[in-house]
């Protein structure tokens, strides 16, 4: 199982994190990708596969404090926050101007 953070422009959000199977993950964030924005991932046309995924995604919260890493974030109302992402990989983020976000990615 891999963990989901999903972030959230309401301003009630709370942050929670969810498990998904490798073959929900990998609908969510393809090809090595753990940063996704939902309307990119309902764009990808498989509306049906992934409703299902995520019935079952949400059965599946875990409090944070029981968490084992963070393998995802998904963003939802903040595509704003695209261009801190142009690869959809988090320790790719970079700055507006370009520059990298983190001084020593991993």
């Known amino acids: 199982m891999k963990n989901i953070q999903v972030i959230d422009g309401a301003d009630n959000s709370v942050y929670d994190i969810f498990q998904a199977t490798d073959e929900e993950f990998s609908l969510i964030f393809p090809d090595g990708q753990d940063v ?5 991932v309902w764009d990808r046309g498989r509306a049906e596969e992934l ?3 995520f019935k079952q995604i949400w059965t599946r ?3 944070k404090k029981d968490a084992m890493g963070i393998h995802g974030l998904l ?4 595509d704003s926050k695209m261009k801190y992402y142009p690869t959809r990989r988090d320790e ?3 700055n507006p101007d ?9």
């Open 75 to 78: 963003f939802y109302q903040l």
């Open 92 to 94: 790719e983020a970079i």
């Open 98 to 106: 370009g520059s990298l976000l983190r001084q020593h990615p991993l």
């Open 36 to 40: 996704a924005f939902i309307d990119e």
């Open 61 to 63: 919260r875990i409090p």
């Open 51 to 53: 409703g299902r995924a």
